[in-house]
């Protein structure tokens, strides 16, 4: 369902901090008589838990038992680089429960024994068969999420739809610094404010710019934002949305099934490659929103299918090979900006796939599967650890200063 596409929580990260605080829960839940708790992150949970508040969202949980976490950051557990163990002990100090579990991107955990998922909600897994069901039946992308899922599904879609927008008006209503060692302000104040004396293009670039930066301040400030497909990029959709909503205004009505159809790209790239920038680097979280939002932009645009998924299509694959190494293990420098220029990208995406015909050689599955296969291959320094890249760099000019 793309229920788990579009997961509302606290910031500042969903694999970071929605999965690990859920995880908690469940173990807690199964372990009433502990009398104190070790926890143990491995991997990109222990490389960038500090900064993405993992230790804080684990100890609102578990920390009215004394609770001790050990950070392993260069021990990577087979199933993903989000491992976590967690240890109950009772009186004696001796361990009687453990659980290990994965942090998968989105807010989602895997575990050898959590409930079996529930049956699949949708009966075709690629663009392809998807947009061929379409065509042959004369219906929309939209239409096909409707289809499949549950009668409440555009009730929670409104949900979704008024905490973007809610995240925006904080965002924008705030300023100062954000928390954490590189005391970064906030500009979707200023940026809004300024862009209120440009002329009418300048304008709208620079709205959709500060629509972006206020949920993604909102986000790395642990705000309540959207997963879209992740905090760590869920500026992007809300800021184009936003945009086109305000200035055609749009009735919510075709809002929602914008974002249905944006839920059905990234629920196409998080089951046939993954959102998981500790995975796949940035490429899985903002490439994911870039291809989502330009899709919702192309169908409000009343583009075609084809071109719809081009868009898509567009959206991801000029963000292949995009890293994930954010300063200080803050999800702010680069992510912050990266959502501002993905959602201007996103649009771009939309008018340049809707000049075409919507025909395009490389298709949206492809692009998904090439986008795995490159994260795969980047080396692990570069998928959410901090320890190359802008963050490696950052640290070097701080030493010679």
């Known amino acids: ?24 829960e469940i173990f807690k839940s199964r372990s009433n008589n502990a009398v104190q708790y070790i926890v143990t992150l491995y991997g990109s949970l222990a490389a960038t838990g500090r900064g993405h508040l993992t230790d804080k969202a684990i100890l ?23 491992g976590m163990k967690f240890s109950a002990l009772n009186a004696d100090k001796q361990e009687y429960l453990s659980w290990e579990v994965y942090s998968v991107g989105g807010g989602e955990l895997v575990a050898a024994d959590l409930t079996a998922p529930e049956q699949d909600v949708y009966r075709l897994n690629s663009m392809d068969k998807i947009r061929d069901w379409c065509l042959s039946s004369g219906k929309t992308f939209w239409e096909y999420i409707a289809c499949c899922e549950d009668s409440e599904i555009c009730d929670y879609l409104a949900q979704v739809w008024e905490a973007m927008q809610n995240a925006i008006k904080r965002g924008l209503d705030t300023d100062g610094s954000l928390p954490g060692p590189l005391a970064l302000q906030r500009k979707a104040y ?11 293009e300048l304008k709208h670039r620079t709205e959709i710019y500060a629509y972006a930066l206020a949920v993604a301040e909102e986000n790395a400030a642990g705000g309540i934002v959207v997963t879209a497909p992740t905090c760590g990029s869920s500026g992007v959709l809300p800021a184009v949305l936003f945009h086109l909503a305000k200035n055609q205004k749009l009735p919510q009505g075709k809002i929602l099934r914008a974002l249905a159809t944006a839920g059905l790209v ?5 089951h046939n490659a993954s959102i998981s920038g500790a995975e796949v680097g940035c490429q899985g979280e903002i490439g994911s929103a870039c291809a989502m939002a330009a899709a919702a932009v192309s169908q409000l645009s009343g583009q075609t299918l084809t071109q ?9 694959e000029h963000n292949l090979g995009l890293t994930c190494d954010p300063v200080c293990g803050l999800v702010q420098i680069p992510c912050i900006e990266r959502n501002a220029f993905a959602a201007m990208r996103a649009l771009d995406a939309s008018l340049y796939a809707g000049l ?5 050689i490389v298709s949206l599955d492809n692009a998904i599967r090439v986008m795995y296969e ?6 692990q320094h570069y998928k959410e650890t901090s320890i190359a890249g802008l963050a490696a760099n950052f640290k070097r000019n701080k030493k010679t200063k």
């Not at 793309?2 to 908690?24: C, D, E, L, V």
């Not at 949980?61 to 392993?72: A, C, H, R, S, Y």
């Not at 200023?190 to 009418?200: D, L, N, R």
């Not at 075409?356 to 395009?360: A, F, I, T, V, Y």
């Open 1 to 24: 369902t793309i229920r788990k596409i579009f997961n509302i929580g606290h910031g500042p990260s969903s694999s970071h901090t929605m999965g690990p605080q859920r995880a908690a």
């Open 60 to 82: 609102e949980v578990l920390g009215d038992k004394p609770t001790e976490i050990i950070w392993q950051p260069e021990v990577f557990l087979p199933t993903h680089p989000n």
């Open 190 to 200: 200023s940026y809004f404010t300024k862009a209120q004396h440009y002329q009418e």
């Open 266 to 270: 990234g629920n196409l790239i998080k």
């Open 308 to 316: 719809i998924e081009y868009a898509a299509e567009i959206g991801l």
């Open 356 to 360: 075409s015909d919507g025909q395009h």
């Open 374 to 379: 490159t994260g795969r291959d980047l080396s």
